[in-house]
Nanobody, 122 residues
């Protein structure tokens, strides 16, 4: 599976963005898709994930209620809808795919997109 993340940009606090993660390959619909982010000077952080059919999602507390992950397997694409953005959400966002059903560990994700930068101004 090859992944390509897009949709990042500059937005004011309180605004929204939708990131896309487009996959190539036949195994996308068998993979859990996770979203991670890495802020400047910080380690990469797990943000959330969605299971293969999109029936189960999980988010870290800091984004719960503001971010929503979805997927359209017919389009081989996953999405990260980010609302009520805060300056602390500024980071490079990565999508990744894992054969494990439910995992938050970056080491369990064998396929990664190139990252897309989200900048939230105050």
């Amino acid at each position: 599976v090859q992944l390509q993340a897009s949709g990042g940009g500059l937005v004011q606090a309180g605004g929204y963005l939708r990131l896309s993660c487009e996959a190539s390959g036949r195994t996308f619909d068998t993979a859990t898709v996770g979203w991670f982010r890495q802020a400047p000077g910080k380690e990469r952080e797990f943000v959330g994930r969605i299971t293969q059919r999109g029936s189960v999602t999980f988010y870290i507390d800091s984004v719960k209620g503001r971010f929503t992950i979805s997927r359209d397997n017919a389009k081989n694409t996953a999405y990260l809808q980010m609302n009520s953005l805060k300056p602390e959400d500024t980071a490079v966002y990565y999508c990744a795919a894992s054969a494990r059903l439910r995992t938050s560990l970056s080491s369990d994700y064998g396929y990664w997109g190139q990252g897309t930068l989200v900048t939230v101004s105050s």
